[in-house]
T-cell receptor, first 117, second 112 residues
Framework: EAQVTQNPRYLITVTGKKLTVTCSQNMNHEYMSWYRQDPGLGLRQIYYSMNVEVTDKGDVPEGYKVSRKEKRNFPLILESPSPNQTSLYFC????????????????FGPGTRLTVL | RKEVEQDPGPFNVPEGATVAFNCTYSNSASQSFFWYRQDCRKEPKLLMSVYSSGNEDGRFTAQLNRASQYISLLIRDSKLSDSATYLCVVNNNAGNNRKLIWGLGTSLAVNP
């Protein structure tokens, strides 16, 4: 089954304790992206990756890191989480990074609900 | 002005009703447009792309008005299962990034 998976789905942690949220897709998609979703602010892009070893900042990258060593995986790293990073996080992938037609469809993972105390 | 604006609702309609949502965008150079559906606390899923000539998928019709810079979504014969938040998405294709700009969503509740 074509899908994007994220782990963990729920996480409660404390300020400063490094954590990683994994994201994996089995659709051979080139483009992957991380979003956070907060009430009243909608979906905001954190980082994106056009392909292996190619990553770049989105709109709200502060406090986050990513890596893209393999095409299928795009982990999100919080080196020193803070309470303002409490949010719902989505990983997404799509076939390519160029606009046009069905290749624009973003497939989302189920989300990771993170609480930083 | 926000790049993508939607009426947050909620729209409360009875089963069988027809309901329409609009979404305005500020960048006249925007190239692609989409409607996504998001159920409570779940991931967004593509409902339909919006083409220049307008397009229909079953009970759903999407239209684009470039002159006035808005897209619309019409839902006919509403079902209880249509209750969700509908997200308007615009692709500004900024350089190499798939610069998707997401609206905050319009909430729809279909009542029995």
């Amino acid at each position: 089954e074509a899908q994007v998976t994220q782990n963990p789905r729920y996480l409660i942690t404390v300020t400063g304790k490094k954590l990683t949220v994994t994201c994996s897709q089995n659709m051979n998609h080139e483009y992957m992206s991380w979003y956070r979703q907060d009430p009243g602010l909608g979906l905001r892009q954190i980082y994106y990756s056009m392909n292996v070893e190619v990553t770049d900042k989105g709109d709200v990258p502060e406090g986050y890191k990513v890596s893209r060593k393999e095409k299928r995986n795009f982990p999100l790293i919080l080196e020193s989480p803070s309470p303002n990073q409490t949010s719902l996080y989505f990983c997404a992938s799509s076939l390519a990074g160029i606009a046009g037609g069905s290749t624009d469809t973003q497939y989302f993972g189920p989300g990771t609900r993170l609480t930083v105390l | 002005r926000k790049e993508v604006e939607q009426d947050p609702g909620p729209f409360n309609v009875p089963e069988g009703a027809t309901v329409a949502f609009n979404c305005t965008y500020s960048n006249s150079a925007s190239q692609s447009f989409f409607w996504y559906r998001q159920d409570c606390r779940k991931e967004p899923k593509l409902l339909m792309s919006v083409y220049s000539s307008g397009n229909e998928d079953g009970r759903f019709t999407a239209q684009l008005n470039r002159a006035s810079q808005y897209i619309s979504l019409l839902i006919r014969d509403s079902k209880l299962s249509d209750s969700a938040t509908y997200l308007c998405v615009v692709n500004n294709n900024a350089g190499n990034n798939r610069k998707l700009i997401w609206g905050l969503g319009t909430s729809l509740a279909v009542n029995p």
